[in-house]
């Protein structure tokens, strides 16, 4: 007797750690059913994406079927997307490709490394882009045997002025080089045809001077007015979206000019809405990927 009710204990017990985990389990379900994990993905669609502080994001692609991402980048989403061509992994049971994305922070002394009259536009970012085949093996340089279309967007507020100069760049070689690329306005993007590799991508934008052809003039001048008109520093063939900045011989910086047109001014006038004295100035030209420096002399 005592036996028997042992054993109808035990399997009372053993009935009631079942339940509990079969409770647990329907909870676990019901929770990642209702609450995603983070950075889950739409695998079934092209098109993926998040708005996790590192973007990263991935994309089925095959040449009958492009890969377009929608990204958060700071305010503003970016459209990033790949287009296969039949030749470019001639491999076809590497199809579809998982190709992947991830926003990178490069390294500062890279970005210093910019080819002559380019340089980075405010607002952008790098990608890293990196692909695998259908079984999860990564795809070797070798294995691509021609180029690929490549789209990045830019953000929203971009003048045309500025978005027209924009060039899809990989890096290589730890440098960026720009391929040849083009303005699509319509879906603010920009695409190149020349992608050769998976790596890094960013945008950059062509300068339509380099640092020598910015001229200051006249000089010297003698600011006020006279015979009403009034006497001004013009500076010529400087890019849209760079920063003017005027310097005291001494180091001290009084005026900060924000270029928005191609007619450019200085009256002389500082930050503190004081008229400069006669002497020597310096300005210095800053875009985000260069800058230029030069000389005025004021009379007075």
Request: a positive charge.
């Amino acid at each position: 007797m005592k036996k028997t009710g042992l054993i109808s204990i035990f399997r009372v017990y053993c009935l009631g750690i079942i339940i509990i985990f079969m409770l647990l389990a329907l909870t676990l379900a019901f929770a990642e059913s209702k609450f995603p994990p983070t950075g889950s993905k739409d695998v079934g669609s092209p098109t993926a994406r998040t708005d996790r502080e590192m973007v990263q994001a991935f994309a089925l692609v095959s040449p009958s079927s492009g890969g377009m991402f929608s990204v958060k980048s700071g305010d503003n989403t970016i459209k990033l997307g790949i287009d296969l061509k039949p030749s470019t992994i001639p491999d076809k049971s590497l199809l579809p490709i998982k190709v992947n994305l991830e926003q990178v922070k490069v390294v500062e002394v890279i970005d210093q490394k910019l080819p002559r009259q380019f340089y980075i536009p405010p607002g952008t970012a790098a990608y890293k882009i990196t692909a695998s085949s259908s079984s999860g093996d990564p795809i070797l340089a070798k294995q691509i045997r021609d180029t690929f279309s490549l789209r990045m967007g830019y953000p929203k507020g971009m003048k045309p002025e500025l978005a027209r100069n924009l060039r899809v760049s990989v890096l290589y070689q730890n440098r960026w080089l720009p391929l040849p690329s083009q303005w699509d306005a319509a879906s603010q993007t920009v695409v190149t045809k020349s992608a050769i590799h998976f790596s890094a991508y960013r945008l950059l934008a062509k300068s339509d001077v380099a640092r020598e052809d910015i001229i200051a003039y006249p000089n010297p001048v003698q600011f006020g007015n006279f015979g009403g008109t009034k006497r001004t520093v013009k500076f010529l063939n400087v890019p849209l979206g760079a920063a003017i900045e005027i310097y005291t011989v001494t180091g001290d910086k009084i005026r900060e000019i924000d270029v928005q047109t191609s007619n450019v001014s200085w009256d002389g006038i500082k930050d503190d809405d004081d008229l400069v004295t006669s002497g020597l100035y310096i300005y210095r030209v800053q875009t985000p990927g260069w800058e230029a420096f030069g000389k005025i002399a004021v009379l007075r």
